[in-house]
C-alpha cells in the first residue's frame, strides 16, 4: 500500500514538472502547442524524435529550447555531406606546441552524462554516420579506442528540412524505425502569432530567446525511472487491447479491412512495416499521454492522439507510391480510423 502512494505521489510531483517543462518551452516557441505536447510525450518515453519540415519553421529553436529545459549535458552536431563517423567520436588538431592531439568529439565530450544529443541537419549526413548513430539509438552506446562507451540518459533529436534534396541521403528503414516518432513542424497557423514571431524583437535573436528558458525543468538522471514508472502505473484494458491488435492487423492488411484510398492498389499498397517494436513504443506514448491528462487508464483517444507521428514511418509502401506516400499514409490511417470500430 505504501509503495503504491509513493509511486502515485512521484507520478503526480513529476506531472507538475511536466507541465512546467512544456510551459517554458512555449515562452520561446509559439504556436507550437501540439508539437511540444508529442515532444513532451517522447521524452517521457524515453523515445528518440526526428522533426521535418520547411526551412525557418523553428526546429532548431524549439530542439534547443527543449534541450535547455530537460538540462543536463548537451551536445550538436551538424551534418554535411563530407561528415565521417570518427568526427562525432574525436578531434585531431596540432597543439600550440607543434605536436598531434586528439581530443574527444561531441558524443563522447560529456560522457555518462550525456543526456540531449542534437544532429542538425540529419539528412545531410552520409550512411555510414547514419549506422553510427542507430547504434547509438538503439544500445545507448558506441565503440571507440577498443572499448564501449555508455550513455544510459541519452536522447537523441534531430531534424532536417524537406525541401532541400541536393547532397542528402534518405534514412535507412532501420534508423527510422529507431526513431520513436517522426514529427512534421509546419508554420503556425494563428494570425495574431504570425505577428507576434515577426514584429516582436524578442524572437529575432534566436539565443538570447533559448537562454530565456529556465534551465534543467527536469532532471535527466531520473528520467529513467519516471518513465518505468508511468509504463507501470498507466494500464490498459483488454478491450483497448483488442482494439489496438485490430488496428496493427489492418495497417498489415488494408484490404481485408474495407479500407481505400483513392488511386490506389491497396493489396499491394503496404509492403511491411508496423513492427512489434513500433506497436509497443505506440502504447509507450499513449501511456505517457494518459498520464499527462491524469489519468491512469489509456483511452482510444490516447493511441489516436500519437499514432500518425509513432506509426507513419514505419509503414513501408509499394516503390510504386512512394512519391506520394505523405497523401497515401495519412489515408490510410484515416481509413484506418474509420474502419475499425473504437470501443
Same mark, same amino acid.
Request: aromatic fraction near 8%; charged fraction near 25%.
Given at each position: ?10 507520478l503526480s510531483d513529476w506531472r507538475g514538472r511536466a507541465l512546467r517543462f512544456e510551459s517554458e518551452i512555449a515562452r ?142 534518405? @534514412?535507412? #528503414? !532501420?534508423? +527510422? %524505425? ?6 512534421? /513542424? *509546419? ?59 485490430? @488496428?496493427? #492487423? !489492418?495497417? +498489415? %492488411? ?6 481505400? /484510398? *483513392? ?74 480510423? *474509420? ?5
Open positions: 500500500m505504501g509503495l503504491v502512494r509513493e509511486m502515485d505521489t512521484l520561446a516557441v509559439l504556436g507550437q502547442e501540439r508539437i511540444i505536447r508529442l515532444l513532451t510525450i517522447a521524452t517521457f518515453a524515453r523515445g528518440h524524435v526526428l522533426l521535418e519540415g520547411d526551412v525557418g519553421v523553428g526546429k532548431t529553436t524549439l530542439l534547443r529550447a527543449m534541450a535547455r529545459a530537460i538540462g543536463g549535458a548537451f551536445e550538436r552536431i551538424e551534418g554535411t555531406i563530407d561528415l565521417m563517423p570518427t568526427d562525432l567520436i574525436y578531434h585531431a588538431h596540432l597543439g600550440e606546441d607543434g605536436k598531434p592531439r586528439i581530443e574527444a568529439g561531441p558524443l563522447l565530450k560529456q560522457g555518462e552524462d550525456l543526456s540531449v544529443f542534437f544532429f542538425n541537419e540529419i539528412n545531410r549526413a552520409r550512411p555510414q554516420v547514419h549506422s553510427l548513430l542507430l547504434r547509438l539509438m538503439a544500445e545507448r552506446s558506441v565503440t571507440a579506442f577498443n572499448r564501449d562507451f555508455h550513455f544510459p540518459h541519452v536522447q537523441v533529436f534531430a531534424d532536417r528540412n524537406r525541401v532541400e534534396r541536393e547532397e542528402t541521403f534518405e @534514412l535507412p #528503414a !532501420a534508423a +527510422r %524505425d529507431r526513431f520513436l516518432m517522426e514529427v512534421q /513542424v *509546419a508554420m503556425p497557423t494563428d494570425p495574431q502569432v504570425r505577428r507576434q514571431l515577426v514584429f516582436d524583437p524578442r524572437f529575432h535573436d534566436v539565443d538570447t530567446l533559448v537562454m530565456s528558458v529556465e534551465s534543467g525543468v527536469l532532471d535527466p538522471d531520473a528520467l529513467e525511472t519516471v518513465a518505468r514508472a508511468i509504463q507501470l502505473g498507466v494500464s490498459a484494458s483488454p478491450t483497448l487491447e483488442a482494439y489496438v491488435l485490430s @488496428l496493427w #492487423a !489492418a495497417i +498489415r %492488411d488494408p484490404s481485408d479491412y474495407g479500407i481505400e /484510398v *483513392a488511386g490506389v492498389d491497396m493489396e499491394r499498397l503496404v509492403l511491411g512495416g508496423a513492427s512489434p517494436r513500433g506497436m509497443s513504443y505506440l502504447i509507450r506514448a499513449a501511456r505517457v499521454r494518459a498520464w499527462l491528462a491524469e489519468r491512469s487508464m489509456v483511452v482510444p483517444e490516447d493511441v489516436r492522439a500519437v499514432f500518425h507521428e509513432v506509426m507513419a514511418h514505419r509503414i513501408f509502401v509499394d516503390p510504386a507510391y512512394e512519391i506520394d506516400r505523405e497523401r497515401i499514409v495519412a489515408a490510410l490511417i484515416s481509413g484506418l480510423f *474509420a474502419r475499425v470500430a473504437a470501443p
